[in-house]
């Protein structure tokens, strides 16, 4: 008998059932081809699908069956029971003589024989011990199979008949290469940016019609390397393009699963703990390891991993460790506010801030300071912070007792004399009362006092922003007086000591050791 030929329009209709996730064998019978046929065709394009493969069953596997079988005699119910495969088990009892199939048929023509001497339907079935939906089916001559019924004329009728267009599973699952992705994340929508299913299916058809990669990419608003990298990379069937395909290729790559970069030991982890515990921040670590491993590629790593790895990846104590090590010590993060958001509120000038130097401003000319206090539990006790707007060097004033005028100033003078007069220029404060003794700090120092406005801290930024970094080492609510100038004098070379994203990450000591060294 010649082997029966199929058309070209069945082919592509079996494609397209195929593109779009359906199985090969309900897809065959929907376009009228045999299973077979569409394997071939499968491979013939260069596609991979899931074929079921044999049970091997063991001996011991096999007594077992006969073993029940000898008590049950019912061979569907003893293979549901053990897991086996059920045609399976109906050809070892055929070929061991213990079931045949002729009783079967036997029931089936001797219910045939009764319809035909005129006994009602219901009536042989309970003569034959029959099923009443089983006796229907004899009467129509309707044949049952796995999955479906064929009825006297040709007629198919599937149980499930979506199953045709895809693999209806709870969860829905799709084939792709080899392996299931869950079907949401093939329909999930996730940026502009990517390829929806609908640019696929337009790409396809402007292909087809045999315009360029130039010409597709005009007609659908995408960049050409956007088009032809597409059709390089998900582009797997000798057939062509198949959009559906594609789309799910695509969604596999993109959920592939990736390790930490810091969830595994190396020197790499090791590094960003270490400068952690000496309150790095995550960015002056990411930066500075381009400094100290110019050649090392594999000792980068982004600020928002660091910060990745401690507020998602590490857990109870680790992340309570980890935490604290930041400036703010948060161990969840908080939702910026929008800076346009924020309320800056300027009241009537008491000091003359324009006044100051132009030089000031341009931070050209190192020696310019910012100051400020900062204040611990009660406001009982305080520590004066000063910081060179240039280098962004740190220097901090003791003050055991108290903070009035008099204690500031001569905390500050103290604090000011270790430096050379070169830099000791101008020095910018706040309107707090505890700098009423500015004009004889002046006198000390020879270095003018500029005032900001009322309520603008964002005048002297560069003093605020240390006074932040400061609470690492001096909390709120904690008494500040226990810290004599020795403490406070660590505080600052360890802060000091710190890259700094405004310096091109070089720290405040280096800039000050190149000012200080001559030539």
Same mark, same amino acid.
């Given at each position: 008998m010649p082997a029966r030929k199929y058309t070209e329009e069945q082919r592509s209709q079996f494609m397209a059932l195929i593109d779009r996730g359906g199985s090969v064998r309900a897809a065959a019978v929907s376009v009228g081809v045999h299973p077979d046929r569409g394997y071939q065709w499968m491979r013939q394009a260069g596609l991979s699908t899931p074929r079921s493969t044999q049970r091997r069953y063991t001996p011991e596997e096999k007594a077992e069956f006969f073993r029940r079988l000898?008590?049950?005699?019912?061979?569907?119910?003893?293979?549901?029971?053990?897991?086996?495969?059920?045609? %399976?088990?109906?050809? $070892?009892?055929?070929?061991?003589?213990?079931?045949?199939?002729?009783?079967?048929?036997?029931?089936?023509?001797?219910?045939?024989a009764l319809?035909?001497?005129?006994?009602?339907?219901?009536?042989?079935?309970?003569?034959?011990?029959?099923?009443?939906?089983?006796?229907?089916?004899?009467?129509?001559? +309707?044949?049952?199979?796995?999955?479906?019924?064929?009825?006297p004329d040709g007629r198919v009728v599937l149980y499930r008949p979506e199953e045709v267009l895809a693999n209806v599973r709870n969860p829905r699952t799709a084939w792709v290469q080899g392996e299931r992705v869950p079907l949401r994340q093939v329909e999930k929508v996730i940026h502009a940016r990517y390829l929806s299913l609908v640019e696929r299916e337009r790409l396809k058809d402007l292909t087809t019609a045999g315009l360029s990669i130039r010409q597709v990419a005009a007609e659908m608003g995408r960049s050409?390397?956007? +088009?032809s990298r597409e059709l390089r990379r998900n582009t797997?069937?000798?057939?062509?393009?198949?959009?559906?395909?594609?789309?799910?290729?695509?969604?596999?790559?993109?959920?592939?699963?990736?390790?930490?970069?810091?969830?595994?030991?190396?020197?790499?982890?090791?590094?960003?703990?270490?400068?952690?515990?000496?309150? $790095?921040?995550?960015?002056?670590?990411?930066?500075?390891?381009?400094?100290?491993?110019?050649?090392?590629?594999?000792?980068?790593?982004?600020?928002?991993? +660091?910060?990745?790895?401690?507020?998602?990846?590490?857990?109870?104590?680790?992340?309570?460790?980890?935490?604290?090590?930041?400036?703010?010590?948060r161990v969840r993060r908080k939702p910026h506010r929008d800076p346009q958001a924020r309320?800056?509120?300027?009241?009537?000038?008491?000091?003359?801030?324009?006044?100051r130097p132009a030089e000031v401003d341009t931070r050209?000319?190192?020696?310019?300071?910012?100051?400020?206090?900062?204040?611990?539990?009660?406001?009982?006790?305080?520590?004066a912070t000063l910081v060179e707007r240039n280098t962004r060097y740190t220097l901090l004033g003791h003050l055991p007792?108290?903070?009035?005028?008099?204690?500031?100033?001569?905390?500050?003078?103290? %604090?000011?004399?270790?430096?050379?007069?070169?830099?000791?220029? %101008?020095?910018? $404060?706040?309107?707090?009362?505890?700098?009423?003794?500015?004009?004889g700090f002046t006198l000390a120092t020879n270095m003018a006092v500029y005032f900001c406005d009322r309520a603008s801290p $964002?005048?002297?930024?560069?003093?605020?922003?240390?006074?932040?970094?400061?609470?690492?080492?001096?909390?709120?609510?904690?008494?500040?007086?226990?810290?004599?100038?020795?403490?406070?004098?660590? +505080?600052?070379?360890?802060?000091?000591?710190?890259?700094?994203k405004a310096l091109d990450w070089d720290t405040p000591t280096e800039r000050m050791a190149a000012l200080l060294t001559p030539g």
């Open positions: 000898a008590v049950s005699r019912n061979v569907s119910a003893v293979a549901h029971e053990l897991g086996f495969n059920r045609v %399976t088990c109906y050809a $070892w009892a055929h070929k061991a003589g213990i079931f045949t199939g002729e009783y079967a048929d036997a029931k089936r023509q001797a219910f045939l319809r035909r001497e005129g006994i009602s339907r219901r009536a042989a079935a309970s003569r034959l011990g029959v099923e009443a939906h089983q006796a229907l089916d004899w009467d129509k001559g +309707i044949r049952v199979f796995a999955g479906g019924r064929v009825h050409p390397s956007t +088009i797997v069937s000798t057939s062509g393009y198949l959009p559906h395909t594609a789309h799910r290729i695509s969604v596999k790559r993109r959920q592939r699963s990736r390790t930490a970069k810091l969830a595994v030991d190396g020197p790499l982890r090791e590094y960003v703990s270490s400068k952690l515990k000496k309150r $790095w921040s995550p960015e002056q670590i990411s930066h500075r390891l381009r400094r100290d491993f110019p050649h090392d590629q594999d000792m980068r790593v982004s600020l928002e991993t +660091i910060y990745q790895a401690i507020y998602v990846h590490a857990h109870g104590e680790l992340r309570r460790e980890l935490a604290g090590s930041l400036r703010r010590g309320t800056r509120r300027f009241v009537d000038e008491m000091t003359p801030l324009a006044q050209s000319v190192p020696g310019h300071w910012e100051g400020d206090l900062i204040l611990g539990a009660g406001n009982g006790s305080a520590v007792l108290e903070r009035t005028g008099e204690a500031v100033r001569d905390s500050l003078i103290a %604090t000011l004399a270790e430096m050379p007069t070169t830099l000791r220029r %101008t020095l910018t $404060w706040d309107q707090g009362a505890e700098m009423s003794e500015h004009r $964002w005048q002297r930024g560069s003093n605020e922003n240390t006074n932040g970094l400061l609470r690492q080492y001096l909390p709120k609510r904690t008494n500040l007086a226990l810290h004599d100038a020795q403490a406070l004098a660590a +505080i600052a070379d360890e802060l000091n000591g710190r890259p700094r």
